[in-house]
């Protein structure tokens, strides 16, 4: 009988840490706790993380980013839809859209740069659109206003274009 001799090389490897919401995006949870005085993190807590290496997930709105989904509105005519997704942002890594309905996730490669529009949004001033272009177009998204500094982060961005 033969003896083999098996070398084995152990990597230490880190797992992935799991993406956490951003200050800016909530849900039910996030509004029950703010109405009972207890503390979110706030935007410059999740950029020293972003900065760590901690995955955030960014509420979105789309209307070109993944599948396009037109709309009747009668008579014939079709508008697009803006569909609801999160943006997962991770310094040095590309974006990633996930649509909500679907789960259909879209990959957008940089370079990136975001530039503030002046379109407006009926949710209370929470939300602004910006115009998002990467190395495959144009996108326009509505934001958080609370997070756009940490997409701006996350893309390499000193400040919003003009």
Known sequence: MRAYALAVKIIAMTAPRAARRAAGTQNVTDLLLTLTFIRRRTPEQDAADLLQGQVFEVAALSKTIGRTVLLNIGKGRQIQHLKIGTL?????????WRERRTGQETVLNGPFTLK??????PLNGKLSFYELTTVDGSHEVALPKKDAPLVLIAIGQDSLAT
């Open 88 to 96: 997962s942002v991770a310094q040095g890594q590309p974006l990633m």
């Open 116 to 121: 503030q529009l002046d379109k407006k949004l």
